[in-house]
Every structure is written in C-alpha cells, then in structure tokens.
C-alpha cells in the first residue's frame, strides 16, 4: 500500500516518481556542471512540495550537497585536480552555507523566490550569450 504525504502537491505516488526522476538528473547534473543545480533543484522542490522556502531550501542543500560530495570523491580518484581551487571553493561552500541559511529565514519569502528566479533566469541568459 502506498504511503500518503500530504506534503506533495497531489498527496499520490504519481507525484513521487516525477520528483524523484528530476531530483536524480538535477544531482547527475550537478556533480558533473554544477552550474545553476541549486537553483533548478529549488525550482523543482518549490513546485512539488507545499513547505515553506526556508524548509525546502534546507533540502535543496541536503540533496545539492550529497551530489557534490559524490562528484567530488569521484573526481578526487579518477581526474586530475587542482587542489587550491578546490580548496578556496570548498570553503566559499562551507561559509555559504552557513550563512546562506540565516539570510533565508530573515527575507521576505515572495521577494526572495522573485529575486532567485530572476538570478537564475539571469544565468541562464549569460551562460547562453556565452556559448553561443
């Protein structure tokens, strides 16, 4: 028998096997590009779930940086790296999200989703304008 979770936008297992397919290729992306996966995955959760930014931001976290760990070890044995790099983005990570936390829960939640679709619409725009 499936369990019910009020918390997804049509409580059923439909709502589940959606979700979980565009969190695993928001996670494959992630640990490969990297770029704009929080954003994507904020997007996703904010339109599967019925919790407050501050809750599903948490996840997003959560499942952003299980992705990242996992490339991360992966890259660590299979690619070459460049370990002040990687020692100076770990540590912008670390810091952010520490901080990034007690910003989301201080913020307006309305504005603060406006202005995050925008920034992630405005990379978008940027990294098309760059490849092409």
Known sequence: MAENHPQFTDGGTRAKIPLAGAVLLVGLYGGYFGAAAGVLMLAILSLSVNEPLPVTNAVKNIATGA?????????????????????????????????????VRRLPERPLRIAIALAGLGLAVSLWQRGG
């Open 67 to 103: 992705a990242n760990v996992t490339a991360a070890v992966a890259y660590a044995f299979l690619a070459p790296v460049h370990w002040t790099a990687a020692a100076a983005l770990g540590l912008g990570c670390l810091l952010g999200s520490r901080i990034g936390p007690i910003v």
